[in-house]
């Protein structure tokens, strides 16, 4: 497998990396705080988990909530961290918060392809 974690997102570059990307395969922003608890617990596993997979089957993109790229985590309404967004031709179609197991989030990836 080779996909790799994290493809990093900024303010500037989001509508490029998750938007428009959204539209050729899935895309999953994992929205995280460096100060995070729960953040430095999920990725490893968001790393683990996306191994598994091939890179045209999806892209996990990661935003550090820091600065300007607030302004992203507010348009769509994140109130803590972790917040992991699914998004699918430019739309938002599913999320969770805080760290999950590693079956948690292979089947979350899973259910979200399926929509795909």
Known sequence: MNNTYPVEV????????????????LVVLDISAEWCGPCKI???IL??????Y?????TLTKLEAEDENM????????CGFPTVIAFIRGEEVDRFHSAQSHDFVRNFID?????F
């Open 111 to 115: 259910q979200n392809l399926e929509k």
């Open 54 to 58: 091939n890179e045209d089957e999806f």
């Open 47 to 52: 790393n683990s988990v996306t191994a598994e």
């Open 10 to 25: 900024s303010f500037e570059s989001f509508e490029a990396l998750v938007i428009d990307q959204s539209h050729k395969q």
């Open 42 to 44: 999920l990725e490893p």
């Open 71 to 78: 302004k992203i985590a507010g348009q769509f309404s994140v």
